[in-house]
C-alpha cells in the first residue's frame, strides 16, 4: 500500500520560509513525476509546482523566485522550499506522486493528506 507523507507545514510570519517534505513509502517501483499542490479556504486546489523524474520543473507563476521545487530519487521524497512567505501563500499544501508499484503496471496517482501553512502576522 503507497502512502505519501508530508511534513513541515506551520505557522510563520509574512517574509519567512518553511520546507516541505513528502516521503512515499510502501511497494514502488518507479515514480515519476511529482508535484505540491494547495488549496486555501473556499477555493480549489491549483498547482504549486511539479518536478519529473529527471528534474525538470515547473511552478505557479504566483511563486516563481520564491518556492523551489527539489526530490531525492533515492529516498522517494520531494521538497517545496518556500522563502518570502506572504499571507497569500496560506493554505493546505499537499503532494502527490504518479508511479508504479509493479514493472507491468500502470502508473497511478497517489495524494497525500495534507499539511496546513499559514502565514500571518
Known amino acids: 500500500q503507497v502512502q505519501l507523507v508530508e511534513s513541515g507545514g506551520g505557522s510563520v510570519q509574512p517574509g519567512g520560509s518553511l520546507r516541505l517534505s513528502c516521503s512515499v513509502s510502501?511497494?514502488?517501483?518507479?515514480?515519476?513525476?511529482m508535484g505540491w499542490y494547495r488549496q486555501a479556504p473556499g477555493k480549489q486546489r491549483d498547482m504549486v509546482a511539479t518536478i519529473t523524474r529527471g528534474g525538470s520543473t515547473t511552478s505557479a507563476t504566483s511563486v516563481k523566485g520564491r518556492f523551489t521545487i527539489s526530490r531525492d530519487n533515492a529516498k522517494n521524497t520531494v521538497y517545496l522550499q518556500m522563502n518570502s512567505l506572504k499571507p497569500e501563500d496560506t493554505a493546505v499544501y499537499y503532494c502527490n506522486a504518479d508511479l508504479t508499484t509493479t514493472w507491468f503496471d500502470g502508473r497511478s496517482l497517489y495524494w497525500g493528506q495534507g499539511t496546513q501553512v499559514t502565514v500571518s502576522a
Open positions: 510502501g511497494t514502488i517501483f518507479r515514480a515519476y513525476d
